[in-house]
């Protein structure tokens, strides 16, 4: 049985991203070619904080333009390659981000410790970013409760 479990793998601009869970720590591993690995022990982790990207759903309006003149275009010009070839693309695009819209749409998801904010490119959606969350909220301890005030006035 492996150490590790796999909790998410992406990719993007040539390079891979995967994120593993272990007992003690987070394990990222980050390249295709060369690798890089971090550790994240549950105890430094201070926040797992992810930012919605607003950019998706003016792009998902951009691509129904897309297919209305696509498909009209096809209405008009039945046999036009040119036609095709922004139709259906566009049409598995605008399928793809309605259904990541459809679930919460995409975010940027950061680990930060003591040390530094660290982008995890893996987890670009909200659904994902929502799962890990939750993950390190059950794997770290609470914060240290502080101490109560002292009175000064005696």
């Known amino acids: 049985m492996s150490a590790y ?22 394990l990222l ?11 994240f022990f549950y105890p430094d982790i201070q926040a797992a904080l992810w930012v919605p990207n607003r950019l998706y759903p003016w792009a998902l309006g951009f691509l129904a333009a897309v297919l209305v003149a696509g498909g009209i ?3 008009l010009v039945p046999f036009l390659v040119a ?24 975010c940027t998801f950061y680990l930060h410790t003591a040390a530094q904010y660290t ?21 770290t301890p609470p914060p240290a409760a ?3 005030p002292t ?3 005696s």
């Not at 793809?96 to 749409?105: K, S």
């Not at 982008?119 to 794997?139: H, P, Q």
Request: proline share 3%.
């Open 119 to 139: 982008r995890i490119r893996g987890i670009s959606t909200v659904s994902k970013a929502r799962k890990i969350t939750g993950l390190i909220e059950t794997m």
């Open 146 to 148: 502080a101490p109560p």
């Open 29 to 39: 591993v980050e390249g295709s070619y060369l690798e890089e690995y971090r550790r």
């Open 83 to 106: 036609a095709w070839l922004m139709f259906v693309p566009a049409a598995l695009i605008f399928v793809r981000l309605a259904y990541v819209l459809a679930r919460g749409g995409y």
């Open 73 to 75: 275009a096809l209405y």
């Open 151 to 153: 009175d000064m006035s």
């Open 5 to 26: 479990r796999k909790l998410v793998t992406g990719s993007g601009a040539g390079s891979r991203t995967y994120l593993y869970r272990g007992s003690d720590h987070l």
